[in-house]
C-alpha cells in the first residue's frame, strides 16, 4: 500500500526491506492520554532508543544495536507549525482552538498528518512504524482517520498514558514557566483537561472494548514510565 501513496520512489533499485514494506501498510500506534501526561517525553525516548546488548564470545565482544525504528508525530506539534506557517489560511483558528483548549476540525489535523507521514516514507522507505501522539482526540477526528486513512495504515494498538488530573495540570504548569505555550496557563488547563475527559477519554474506552490499549502508570518518574513503555514495545513488536 506504500507503493500505492507514492509512484517515485518505486524507480530506485529496491532494498529487500522496501519490497516487503510494499506489500505492508503503515503501522500506527496511537499515543493518548491528557493534558502533560508525557506523550511527547516518552515518544522521544522510544525514537532515541538504542540498546547495546552484549554477547561475548571467546576472543571478542559484539556489540548489537537495537532500536524500535518509530517516527514520531505529534499532532499537536504539526498544528503549532501549521499556526505558526506564513499564508497559512488556518493559523487564525488553530491559535483560537489551542488556546481555547479545544479540538481543532479534523480536516485540518488529518491532512497535517497524512503529509507527514507520506514525508517520511518518501525521505526514508524502511520509516513506515508511526507514533501518533494526541490524536484520535474525538469522534470527529476517529471518523476522519477512518474515512481517510481506512485501507491506508493499520493501527496496531493504543499506548494509553493515565495520570490524574492534578499532576497532569502540575507538570504543565511548570513547563509553561519557559515553554512559551498558549495553552500552558491555569485557565487553558482547565478547559483542556475537561475537553480530554469529555471527548477524549471515550475514544479511549472505544479502543478498550477492542481490546487495543495499552495503559501505562504515567504518574511515576520518566524512567520508570519507559521501563514500562519498553516492555510493551518489546512485546508487541
Ligand atoms: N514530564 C513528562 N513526563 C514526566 C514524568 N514522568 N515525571 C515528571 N515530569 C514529566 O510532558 C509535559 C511536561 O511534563 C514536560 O515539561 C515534561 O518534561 C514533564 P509532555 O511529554 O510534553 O506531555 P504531553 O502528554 O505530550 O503533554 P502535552 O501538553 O503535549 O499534551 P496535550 O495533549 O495537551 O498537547 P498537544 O500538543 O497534543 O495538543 C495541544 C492542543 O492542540 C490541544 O489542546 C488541541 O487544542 C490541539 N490539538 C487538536 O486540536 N487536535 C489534535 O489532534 C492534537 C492537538
Ligand atoms: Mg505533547
Not at 67 to 72: A, P, R
Amino acid at each position: 500500500m506504500i507503493g500505492r501513496w507514492f509512484g517515485s520512489v518505486s524507480q530506485r533499485v529496491p532494498s529487500l526491506l522496501y519490497r516487503v514494506s510494499l506489500m505492508m501498510n503503515p503501522q500506527v500506534v496511537f499515543v493518548l492520554g491528557g493534558p502533560g501526561a508525557g506523550k511527547g517525553t516518552q515518544c522521544c525516548k522510544i525514537v532515541e532508543v538504542r540498546e547495546m546488548e552484549r554477547e561475548r564470545t571467546m576472543e571478542t565482544t559484539i556489540l548489537t544495536l537495537m532500536s524500535y525504528n518509530y517516527t514520531h508525530l505529534s499532532a499537536g506539534d504539526l498544528l503549532r507549525e501549521e499556526r505558526a506557517r506564513e499564508g497559512s489560511e488556518f493559523g487564525q483558528l488553530i491559535a483560537n482552538y489551542i488556546k481555547e483548549g479545544k479540538i481543532v476540525p479534523v480536516n485540518i489535523t488529518i491532512n497535517l498528518l497524512k503529509k507527514a507521514m507520506l514525508e517520511t516514507m518518501e525521505k526514508d522507505e524502511k520509516k513506515f512504524r508511526f507514533l501518533i501522539d494526541g490524536f484520535p482526540r474525538n469522534e470527529d477526528n476517529l471518523q476522519g482517520w477512518n474515512t481517510v486513512m481506512d485501507g491506508k495504515a493499520d493501527v496496531k494498538f493504543v499506548l494509553f498514558f493515565d495520570c490524574g488530573n492534578e499532576v497532569c495540570i502540575n507538570r504543565c504548569l511548570e513547563r509553561g514557566k519557559s515553554s512559551g505555550r498558549s495553552d500552558d496557563n491555569r485557565e487553558s488547563l482547565e478547559k483542556r483537561i475537561q475537553t480530554y475527559l469529555q471527548s477524549t477519554r471515550p475514544i479511549i474506552e472505544l479502543y478498550e472494548k477492542l481490546g487495543k490499549v495499552r495503559t501505562i502508570d504515567a504518574s511515576r518518574s520518566v524512567d520508570e514510565v519507559f521501563a514500562d513503555v519498553k516492555a510493551v514495545l518489546d512485546k508487541e513488536g
